[in-house]
């Protein structure tokens, strides 16, 4: 499953996404189309996870121009955004399933227009997965809005936080260091 991954049939990945593009943005699915990504992830067939895919324009971010103004630093029109779209994604589908957290997303694919992503959520209220040795974790309060806060795999990734360096103050965050990080 891995290896037809590695080079997916573009003809029809090409079609699948012509139809997600007609679609909504955000939809819950029946069960993930990368089945061993999710599982290498944390998803299990079982009540309590849930599996949404979402759709994010691609091409960075326009600052509108100014009409009136000194046009020394307002000139520019591009706004770098300081998170990665996979993270964007987890956060905007958070938002639209406010009982449910984030527990880990991948890519499915992208065109010119979009990136795919498929996020799985977790049900805490569950009690199937409050009994579940392995995932109980994420029923605990501290655990609460983790994409939110930048707990997630995507978003400490795009925190810098995977490695430890002592050029790049990252630790305990970039608010602490007055974002002169990122």
């Given at each position: 499953?891995?290896?037809?991954?590695?080079?997916p049939?573009?003809?029809?990945l090409?079609?699948?996404?012509?139809?997600?593009?007609?679609?909504?943005?955000?939809?819950?699915?029946?069960?993930?189309?990368?089945?061993?990504?999710?599982?290498?992830?944390g998803?299990?067939?079982?009540k309590?996870?849930?599996?949404?895919?979402i759709?994010?324009?691609?091409?960075?971010?326009?600052?509108?121009?100014?009409?009136?103004a000194?046009?020394?630093?307002?000139?520019?029109?591009k706004?770098?955004l300081?998170?990665?779209?996979?993270?964007?994604?987890?956060?905007r589908?958070?938002?639209?399933?406010k009982n449910?957290e984030?527990?880990?997303?991948?890519?499915?694919?992208?065109?010119?227009?979009?990136?795919?992503?498929?996020v799985?959520?977790?049900?805490?209220?569950?009690?199937e997965?409050?009994?579940?040795?392995?995932?109980?974790?994420?029923?605990?309060?501290?655990?609460?809005?983790r994409?939110?806060r930048g707990?997630?795999?995507?978003?400490k990734k795009?925190?810098?936080?995977r490695?430890?360096?002592?050029?790049?103050?990252?630790r305990?965050s970039?608010?602490?260091?007055h974002?002169?990080?990122?």
């Amino acid at each position: 499953m891995r290896q037809a991954w590695r080079k997916p049939d573009k003809a029809t990945l090409r079609n699948r996404m012509i139809g997600w593009r007609t679609g909504d943005t955000i939809v819950k699915i029946d069960k993930p189309l990368r089945i061993d990504r999710a599982r290498a992830l944390g998803y299990k067939a079982k009540k309590g996870f849930v599996v949404a895919r979402i759709r994010i324009l691609r091409g960075g971010r326009k600052r509108p121009n100014p009409v009136k103004a000194r046009k020394s630093r307002k000139q520019s029109n591009k706004l770098v955004l300081k998170m990665s779209y996979q993270w964007v994604a987890e956060q905007r589908v958070q938002r639209k399933f406010k009982n449910l957290e984030v527990l880990n997303s991948y890519n499915i694919g992208k065109d010119g227009i979009y990136y795919f992503y498929e996020v799985i959520l977790v049900d805490p209220e569950r009690p199937e997965i409050k009994n579940d040795p392995v995932i109980n974790w994420i029923t605990k309060k501290q655990n609460k809005n983790r994409v939110l806060r930048g707990l997630t795999s995507a978003a400490k990734k795009s925190r810098g936080m995977r490695t430890k360096t002592r050029n790049l103050k990252v630790r305990p965050s970039l608010n602490a260091w007055h974002h002169r990080g990122k």
